[in-house]
């Protein structure tokens, strides 16, 4: 009868042990899907910012072609941009071929001090170019602006936020 007892107790006591080994198990399961949708989310980022600066960069080497008069002052709200980039950008869908959600969009603005003068010393020309991209998913996204003068390789770029 005794054997009977021992074995008993020692079915309840593997039991136990499956019991938290399943626990210990699905703990880690869930962590692991939770740094992979991180790291998933991290990598969509990437793409989307990797598309906006080929955008941005499409946009300085297509300036002349694709520019526009520069419109009214426009808030550093990526939100603002967004919405006017959807409204009147002009998609560039050789970029990110099928990578993305969407294909990258630009508005290249004419920067002048006398929109009517000749680009010189006394009135400086230049490009502004804001890009837009998403990656795999529509919710990441990139905002991104530079500047460059005619006279000038520097540029300024910046994301908008």
Do not use: K
């Amino acid at each position: 009868m005794r054997a009977r007892r021992q074995t008993g107790v020692a079915l309840i006591g593997v039991l136990g042990f499956i019991m938290a080994g399943s626990v210990a198990a699905l703990t880690v399961m869930e962590s692991a899907a939770v740094q992979h949708r991180m790291a998933a989310g991290a990598a969509d980022r990437r793409l989307a910012m990797t598309l906006a600066i080929a955008a941005i960069e499409q946009g300085h080497r297509r300036s002349a072609s694709l520019s526009v008069p520069l419109a009214a002052a426009m808030p550093p709200s990526a939100t603002v941009w967004q919405d006017r980039l959807e409204d009147e950008g002009i998609a560039l869908p050789a970029i990110g071929r099928g990578e993305a959600d969407a294909p990258p969009r630009v508005i290249v603005e004419r920067l002048r001090r006398d929109p009517d003068a000749p680009c010189g010393a006394d009135n400086p020309c230049g490009y502004r170019v804001t890009a837009l991209a998403r990656g795999r998913h529509p919710a990441a996204r990139a905002v991104l602006q530079s500047i460059r003068l005619a006279e000038a390789n520097t540029r300024i770029r910046r994301e908008l936020r």
